[in-house]
Structure formats: C-alpha cells, structure tokens
C-alpha cells in the first residue's frame, strides 16, 4: 500500500498532470462531436484515449454519464478491445514483435532484456512515465527480425546487449 | 404468417419468429441456457442448435427467423452431439461442486447434461476463476460457476434499466459483473434479485438466512414470530410439485407452526396499515395542494417495493420527496410486532426474533438499513425468500401437501382482500383507491368487484381515471376532481412514467413494483418464472381477495383496534415515528 502511494506521488509530479487537466476541457468537445450518432461510445473512446494517452476513470465516468450508458457497459467495451488502456501510457511505446520470425530469432530474449532493464512487465509504464512496454504480433518486417517499435520507428535485427544504446536516444 | 416444417411436422408462425417460437408452437423442447422469452435472442450459449435442410452448418434457433418452406429438425444425431459437446465445454470451465451448491437440483446447466446424458468430464482443463462477491445483503456472486449465458445483463439493462451488470474482457478471462471487478455494493445495484431469479446455475443467489432463522427458533429465550407476505401463498406450493398459481396460505401456516414459530403473522395486516397510512398522505398531499395552495410533491409514488425505494435512491433523487413516506408492509410489521404487539406480550423488543417471509431479495437489504430499528432494535431480523421457505420445510421432513390448513394468529394475522392484491402489480394502486374513494366520499368504489380493470394486468405501464363525485363536505374540494393514477412494474416502465411525467403528463398516485409483475414475479421467488407463471399467480391472488368478506383495508377489525389501542389515527405521532420513514440520495 505504501508502495502504491508513494509511486502515485511520483505520478503526480510527472511532465503531464497539470496538462491532464486541461484535456478533460476537451473531453466534452470530443463528446459533443460524436454524441448525436448511433454507436458514439466506440469513437468518442478511441479520440479520448489519444488525447490522455489512456482512459483515466474520470474520463470513462464523464462519458458513461453523457452518453447515459451504464458505466459498467463503458468498462465493458474497453475492456473487450485490447487497443484501450485503462493505465496511463509512458511518453514512449515499445512494442516488441512477437509474431512467428521473430520470435524463433530472439525476440523473447530482446523482450526480457527490455523488461530488465525497464523493471516493468508488459502491459506496463515505468515509474517516471518514460516508457511502456508492448508486445506486438508481426510488424510486418519479418526478414528483418527480431524487431521492436518505439512509437513510429523501427528497430530491426535487435540483441539484447544492444538494448541500452537504442534506450538512451529517448531517455 | 410463414409456414414451416419442424420434424416433419407443419407449422404456421407469425412472420419475424424464430425457429424456437416456431418448435413450442410445433411442441417441440428446445434446450437453451441462454434465451429470455420477449427479448432480443443474444444466442450466447449454443445449446438450442438446430439442423435447417440447406443451411451449412447447425443454427441457433433462439436467433435465427423464420422462412417460408423452412425444413427444421430438432433432434437428430448431429443436433444430440453438439449439444452435448457445447454442454460438456460449459462443464469443463465450470468451477462448482453440484452436491454442495445452492442451486443442486434447481439448475438448468445440471439438468440439461442429465438430460443430454453426460456421464463423464471429458475434457480436462482450466477451471474459471472462483470469486465471491457477498458485499451485499441481499445477492452473493461466484464467478466460478457463471457460464456467461448473459441473463442477467438483459434484465439488469434491458428490463431493470439499472446497469451494474455487464460482460467485462474478452475469451477465457471474461466476467460477467460490475465495472472494472468492482463489487456490487460498490455499484448502483437496487438488489432486486432479477437476476438471480434468471440465472441458470449457482452463479447469482440470494444471501442465505436459513441457518440464523434455525438458530433463533432453537433459542428457547427467543420469542419467534414470522409474517409472510402476500406473494407467497400464491407461489410456494412450486417448491412441492404444485402448479403455478395454487394458493396453499392455509397449508403454509400449519408448516410454519410446525418449523417452530412461536406465532404466525402475516404481512397482509400490515399492508392494510400501509393503505390506512399511505391513503391519508395522499390525501394530505393533494388537499395541501388545492386547499391550502401549497407546494407539495405530487405524484405520490408508494413505497412498498424496497428495490424501488433503492433505484429512485440513486436514478431520481429529486423525485424522493414524491415518494410516500410510508415504510413498506415488511418494515411496518417489524416496528408494531416489537412495540404494538410485545408490550401485549410482555416482552422486550430484543426478546422478540422477527422472520420475514418474502418474493424479494430486495427486502433483505431493506430490513438491515440503518434506519429500519424504531422499536429500539432492528425492526426485521431476517428475511427468507419463498424459495428457503421451501427449502425449511424440506429439511424439516414436512410432507407439505399432506398438510391440513391452518389459520394465521391474531391480532397481527387478519387481513382485508385489498391487502392479498398488494402480491401483484396494479393491486397497491386498487387497495388504496378501495380506501381513499370511500374514506371521501362515504360509499363504496362503484366498480365491479372493486376491480379498476385498466391497471390490471401486464401491460408495463398502466393508467386510469377516476372522478370523484359526491363527496362528503369535508372533502368537498375534491369533488368533479379526476382522480389519475399511474401503475408501472419492472424498473425499466418505472422509467418510462418518470419520463412522460417530466414531459408534462398529469398523475396524483403512481404506484411502482420493481419486478415484472409485481412481488409474485419477485426475485426470491421459484423459478422459473415466465408471463405464464406470472399471470397464474395473479390469478390465484385476485381469487384470494374476491373470496373474502373484508375486501378493504378499512374494514378489518385489528387494523382498527391498533389504531384504537395504540396508534391512535393514521398519520399520528406515533405512527410517525413508527410507520414512516426518509429516504437518502444516493446519486454519486
């Protein structure tokens, strides 16, 4: 419980918590742009989720309450989509492939490596908000592999020992 | 109409059925663990599968329409194994032990693989996840045994319009439950108990209160006294083989003295005190209103329905002042048997065990609110539904058919025909008019058989209007007055009057019932409980009022020597501080 608080402290002091503020000022604009169409929930989820990086509680109950859907409805349909978070995404997404070519070169071991290094699990965002750490299935580069993502770039051929160098450019 | 082939067998249905209307029409049982009759088919469980000639592989019948020159078999081999294989599939995730379950012989799954002749498990893999939710103290969950039929999604959205169940994740890991594991006395969950009422297995029960109502009638320093609400006489015969709609009251009491109660009350007196209670605010309400031009809330809505009480609690908070603030027959019992009735007795109110007997799961949450002890002491103690009633005299070996009748004790046993209706949706509405019309106007309500025929019935929401002619001079103000009521039942329609009544539609008196069907379509009821049960039930209730001679709640002698020898008037201070309640936003 300590733990826990003491590293909700540290959320709290982070980069964007004062910004998080301000974007549930958009939050209603988000809404109100989609509220009139049938089948609202989805869309207004997807652009409120790239505007926190997440779906913070307060946003889904906000929407639950607009859209007057049940709120377990609304925890319903994100949690049914792997693509919605409930747990607030690091500046930088790693997203290590995992599909059939790169898994057979290493890329679990490349994962591990990442997870060591970062101390967080998949699924997971480091204490100071920097990274989360993903697994994905076939990016497409299979003659490449093993790959990771950070955001929109690609890493191809990746070992382990080269884990740091690759970190240290978005640190 | 399209016509259409079941076994061989020639069938004309509406356009728009599907392949299970069209098989009970044919006669044909087709399995399902899933379907709910007047709702949208989700097709969830897989186990009314059918073979249509043509089609490339089996069909869920429950959601599949209807076409002409349709040729459908019900029972084939390839139809008997993949049932069984969708059953077995069920049972091998299913994380219960029959023997020891609420549900053991009460349960859909098990009887169908009974049925389907499931001898063995043949696969053997990863049970679900067994977590109890008994946060609440009406409902307990076990997500162990849930087979994620989504039964109780329809009726907590679609006909409850609560929302605090929904399907949550996705394959294996799924749950049925409220938002993000949370419990549900942490969500707005009114613990009608609809869903446990629909549940196929043991995942939704009632809280059990079986083992303390032993506890206390084996307490030899425990004076013992139980009330039985009016639903029950018409419902608890289910529980041994009787027909749907067999009132066995007097079969019922001679159990109830035999279990061990020390008296055998019934909550049908107090829900005459209710129309004598609950009559006069109305009246009170409405001659504040074009008498004295004050502002007072109206409608009036009753109070009896604890599920209601719990809803408008947390959905339409600024309606709570409409609400009567009368306590509902269950709690009014409580307070007069701990005060009224033990000063008769000579015993302390901590002395006295008050059981309730209820359709309702609702009513366990209601008689542990913390309001609920005016007699010093919690009012209610405990609550059995019908069906642990049933379960009672099963364990104490009662051959209950074989029973002679018997009749309730006095004086908190005698009742009026108008307190037998307040079992069935339209009835409160009915037992109060009986009453009000006569206390305004001296004579008798001029209808046949007392009966207000448009708030009769199942229809959702029901209304009428009744105008009111030669007053007596006192209530000379409400003369020419129409008289528009309002009856709902099931949240959902409660819903609906609440929406046409802010958009302007004029009403005095809106009763509500949280079930469909009122109490006897109640959530602590036996299953299953369909349109049919519900109608039959209500027809033996109705039966039960027309075949007494008190058909009003006025007219009952120990309603008016309470008054006469401890109350004093409806609406005394006294029966303020005994008979009345408040109630709380619970609007986060």
Redesign the interface.
Known sequence: MGEKSAQQEKVCKCHDSISEEQYYEQLDDIIDQHIEKEGALIPILQSVQNLFGYLP?AA?RKISRRLN????????VV??Y?YFS?IPKGENTIRVCLGTACYVRGGKDVLKALSDELKIGVGETTEDRKFSLEVGRCFGACGLAPVIMINDEVFQKVKPSRINEILSSYR | MVSLYINNTKVEVPEGSTILNAAQKAGYNIPTLCHLESQIPKGACRVCMVEVEGAKSLVASCAAPVAEGMKVITNSKTVREARKFVVELLISEHCGDCKTCDRNNDCELQALAYSLGIKDTRFEGECLESIIDDSTPALVRDSGKCIKCRRCVTVC?EIQS?????????GFDSTI????EQNLAE?PCVQCGQCAAVCPVGAITEKDHIASVWEALDDPDKFVVVQTAPAIRAALGECFGYEPGTLVTGKMVTALRILGFDRIFDTNFTADLTIMEEGTELLLRLKKALVNKEKVALPQFTSCSPGWIKYAEYFYPDYLDNISTCKSPQQMFGSVAKTYYAEKIGRKPEDIVVVSVMPCTAKKFEAQRPEMNDSGVQDVDYVLTTRELGRMIQQAGIDFRELPDDKMDSPLGMSSGAADIFANTGGVMEAAVRTVYEIVTGKELPLEKLHIVPIMGLEGVKKASLKITGTKPEWGFLEGVELKVGVAHGLGNAKKIIEAMRAGEEFHFIEVMTCPGGCIGGGGQPRFTTDEVRKKRIEAIYAEDEGKQLRKSHDNPEIKQIYEEFLGEPLSHLSHKLLHTHYVSRMN
């Open positions: 509680e889904l859907k049940p709120y377990s409805e609304v925890a319903g949690g049914f792997s409930t | 959205n609560v929302g605090s169940l929904f399907a949550q994740g996705r439950g409220p938002a993000f969500v």
